[in-house]
C-alpha cells in the first residue's frame, strides 16, 4: 500500500528526481536533508567532481555510499558520493508533482550510520552557509 506523499518527503528519503539545476538536467538520486522552513536536498553523484578531488576540505565532505551499505538502488561497482558541500533547494510542490506521477522515485530512508556520517560532516562543514547547516542539523536530528 503507497503511503501518502507526505510521509515520504522526510529528511533522511532518498528520492530520484529530475533535476532542472544540474548541466545538464538529469535524473539524480538526492537526499532529502531538511523540509522545514524549506526542502533542500543533497545530491548522490557516481564521482566526486575534478574540484572536489583537488581540494581536500571538500573530499572531507563527501559521505561514501554504495550497494553494500544497503542502498540497492546503486548499482556502480564503485561507491558513489553523498556531496554534503552543496544544499540544493527543491520546491516541494515540484517533489509531489514527481512522486505523484511516479511512486517508483521513493526510495528508502537513509541507514542510522549514513544519517550519523551526514549530520558529523555537516557540523563541521566549511562550504555550508551556517544558516543553512543549522536547518539541515535540525531536520535530520529529528524530534
Known sequence: MIQSLEELIVPGRVLRLFC???????????????TNPLCMCFLINSNPTELQQSKKHLMDELVQVSKADGYDFLTNPQPSVLDCTYAAD??????????????????GLLTDATRNRIVEVVKKSMTLEGGIAKIILRNLSGP
Do not use: G, M
Open 20 to 34: 532542472s539545476f544540474t548541466n545538464p538536467p538529469k535524473e539524480k538520486f538526492v537526499v532529502i536533508v531538511a
Open 90 to 107: 527543491f520546491d516541494l510542490d515540484e517533489v509531489v508533482a514527481q512522486l505523484t506521477q511516479d511512486a517508483s522515485r521513493a526510495h
